[in-house]
């Protein structure tokens, strides 16, 4: 629907409803108007019945929106470690340089599949450490 302001994504664990409001009138039948705090003055004020679920909650353990503070500065990025391997898919038409990415947060370690040139561009440090193998060795070997 255009022009329709929603609350927030449907998922599979993105919450339902907001609040709880105060009613302050029945309009109709089915639709009522709310209180809304000020920043939700976007809102339109009225509600058909299929959008609102009584609340029964203890009063008390409501914490107004104010009081939560969500900052935005509250997230973390994963950093590159180190390129663990390298393959070549091959799609209908192209060829795909990939490289196995071992990344490291604050939380977690995981390794993940990239494209080379992605991983290049955002960070070249990672393939200026790489080891390029020396063909010398096999000589020096035999020799031995």
């Not at 939700?40 to 939560?68: N, Q, R, W, Y």
């Not at 470690?81 to 990939?98: G, M, P, S, Y």
Request: hydrophobic residues 40%.
């Amino acid at each position: 629907m255009k022009g329709v302001m929603r609350f927030g994504k449907k998922g599979k664990l993105s919450p339902r409803y907001i609040g709880p409001y105060k009613i302050s009138k029945r309009v109709g039948n089915v639709v009522y108007e709310l209180e809304l705090p000020q920043e939700l003055a976007a809102i339109h004020l009225l509600f058909h019945v299929s959008m609102l679920k009584k609340c029964m909650g203890d009063p008390s353990l409501i914490i107004p929106t104010e009081d939560i503070g969500i900052k935005d500065s509250l997230s973390y990025e994963d950093i590159p470690v180190q390129i663990l391997d390298r393959q070549v898919r091959k799609l209908r038409t192209n060829e795909v340089a990939l490289v196995k990415v071992f990344w490291r947060n604050q939380f977690v370690e995981k390794d993940t599949w990239e494209a080379e040139e992605e991983m290049k561009r955002r960070y070249p440090h990672l393939f200026e450490l790489e080891e390029i193998p020396d063909q010398g060795t096999n000589s020096l070997l035999s020799t031995l």
